[in-house]
């Protein structure tokens, strides 16, 4: 089945410690974003892949890091959590990032910060 | 404020009716898609429809597009509970960019 999948789905960590949310997709995808959704505010983009070893920031990148050394795989590190990063985090996924094919998303990481 | 701005916030519906959701946009486009969010859940596309576009269906779905207005309406027909769910329209930036930018949403309740 084609999908994305994140873990975990939830996660309840402290302030200052470093965590990882992973993201992978088995359909190919050249393009692969990053997005945090807070009431009222619909999705903020953090940082987007356009393909391996390729990642730009979105528009709200302060506090996190990406990688993408491999094409299936693009995790969001948070180094040093704070409470303000307390969000519902969704990985996304396309053909290209171009908006000329939807994008298919994960489940959804709850994450609160202590 | 957003790229995309969805209007209404929320809107509360009988089952048989039909919804109407706006989204309003600021900059031109290449593309709009709409999404639909359950509770908690990750974003399902709709449909996306191009900037050459005026109008697309798709089974009880129709999304107009009228550039001149930078506007997009979703309609949904013959709505059921299980329509109940939050929508979302996506407009990709035209600036050069790979950004695609999502509004804050229309909260859809469908009364059986």
């Known amino acids: 089945e084609a999908q994305v999948t994140q873990n975990p789905r939830y996660l309840i960590t402290v302030t200052g410690k470093k965590l990882t949310v992973t993201c992978s997709q088995n359909?190919?995808?050249?393009?692969m974003s990053w997005y945090r959704q807070d009431p009222g505010l619909g999705l903020r983009q953090i940082y987007y892949?356009?393909?391996?070893?390729?990642?730009d920031k979105g528009d709200v990148p302060e506090g996190y890091k990406v990688s993408r050394k491999e094409k299936r795989n693009f995790p969001l590190i948070l180094e040093s959590p704070s409470p303000n990063q307390t969000s519902l985090y969704f990985c996304?996924?396309?053909?290209?990032?171009?908006?000329?094919?939807?994008?298919?998303f994960g489940s959804g990481t709850r994450l609160t910060v202590v | 404020s957003q790229q995309g701005e969805e209007d209404p916030q929320a809107l509360s519906i009988q089952e048989g009716e039909n919804a109407t959701m706006n989204c309003s946009y600021k900059?031109?486009?290449?593309?709009l898609q709409w999404y639909r969010q359950n509770s908690g859940r990750g974003l399902v596309h709709l449909i996306l429809?191009?900037?050459?576009?005026r109008e697309k269906h798709s089974g009880r779905l129709r999304v107009t597009l009228d550039t001149s207005k930078k506007s997009s309406s979703l309609l949904i027909t013959a709505s059921r509970a299980a329509d109940t769910a939050s929508y979302f329209c996506?407009?990709?930036?035209?600036?050069?960019?790979?950004?695609?930018?999502f509004g804050a949403g229309t909260r859809l309740f469908v009364k059986a």
């Open positions: 996304a996924s396309s053909y290209s990032g171009k908006g000329d094919y939807g994008y298919t």
């Open positions: 359909m190919n995808h050249e393009y």
């Open positions: 892949s356009m393909n391996v070893e390729v990642t």
């Open positions: 900059t031109s486009i290449n593309n």
């Open positions: 429809i191009r900037s050459n576009e």
């Open positions: 996506a407009t990709d930036a035209n600036t050069g960019g790979f950004k695609t930018i």
